[in-house]
């Protein structure tokens, strides 16, 4: 049988005070897939309302890494006392219903959750596998919460569900880290000087020597001809310039002009200094054995 993670400490935090809630769930692999959902986004407050089977080897197997969520789960009889001491509750839920009940995405539904979560609990609730929530059990919530999914195949797993919504909670969370302390959690890394890229921005005149570098190579292996030169070097620049070059890959290029230069027996480099150029043949080698 599963040896029980030690439990971790409970805070205040956001996460903690998201409480997911799952109502008699049939298959108790779905209850540790749900726990490895929430680990994947940080929360770890999983309450159990009458599941079939629970706790045994299948939901600890499906959770894959996540037994401290199980470990702390907390099983009880009835959605009441699932919800009892909740500031707001929030159940997924199709729409179409004949009474009309506010309803929102996931997105709207994560802010609304941060909102509440100073407040107190904030309670997510996931219906069964087969039917999902009942009337009833749809009325003891404030809102429900529709995920927007293909309407020719809208039913989603248990797992899937749980996960679609940790998932926009998990980036409010970030958000609002971001705006409170300028962390770089959500910020993109895709070119040089972004926060994290490993080297600095070619400059202008590094660029401008790999330019002059590659038409002199082109026009040595007759590839580039001054009495025709058509747009080539203008559609090269437009190429090259989106690509956004680093220093390193710069020095990669010409170390490879270089290098075609000396292997066609023309003159090399004569648009900038060969320093350059050597240590440019020398840095991509050290790269590529790196």
């Known amino acids: 049988m599963h040896k029980h993670a030690l439990p971790q400490a409970g805070t205040d935090t956001f996460n903690d005070q998201i409480r997911i809630v799952l109502v008699e769930t049939s298959h108790s692999g779905n209850i540790g897939a749900v726990a490895r959902a929430m680990k994947n986004m940080g929360l770890a407050n999983l309450w159990l309302v009458n599941p079939v089977s629970f706790p045994d080897e299948a939901s600890y197997a499906r959770a894959s890494g996540a037994a401290d969520v199980l470990d702390r789960a907390q099983v009880v009889g009835s959605l009441e006392e699932a919800l009892a001491d909740c500031a707001l509750v929030m159940g997924t839920s199709a729409r179409g219903r004949k ?166 027996g023309g003159p090399q480099a004569d648009t900038q200094d060969k320093s350059t150029v050597a240590q440019s043949t020398d840095e991509g080698q050290e790269k590529d054995n790196a």
């Open 99 to 264: 009474v009309p009940w506010p309803v929102m995405a996931p997105p709207q539904a994560a802010a609304t959750a941060a909102q509440y979560s100073t407040e107190g609990q904030v309670a997510l609730v996931f219906g069964r596998e087969n039917n999902g929530l009942s009337n009833d059990e749809l009325q003891r919530c404030h809102y429900h919460i529709h995920i927007p999914s293909n309407p020719d195949y809208s039913s989603l797993n248990l797992s899937m569900a749980v996960q679609v919504l940790c998932y926009e909670l998990r980036m409010h969370y970030l958000r609002s880290l971001e705006e409170s302390e300028s962390s770089p959690y959500l910020e993109a890394m895709v070119s040089p000087g972004d926060s994290g890229w490993d080297v600095p921005p070619a400059n202008v005149r590094e660029v401008e020597g790999f330019f002059g570098h590659l038409e002199q190579v082109l026009r040595q292996v007759e590839f580039h001809r001054r009495d025709n030169p058509r747009q080539l070097m203008t559609r090269l620049r437009r190429l090259f310039q989106r690509a956004h070059l680093d220093q390193m890959e710069i020095n990669i290029l010409r170390g490879i002009l270089t290098s075609v230069q000396k292997a066609v």
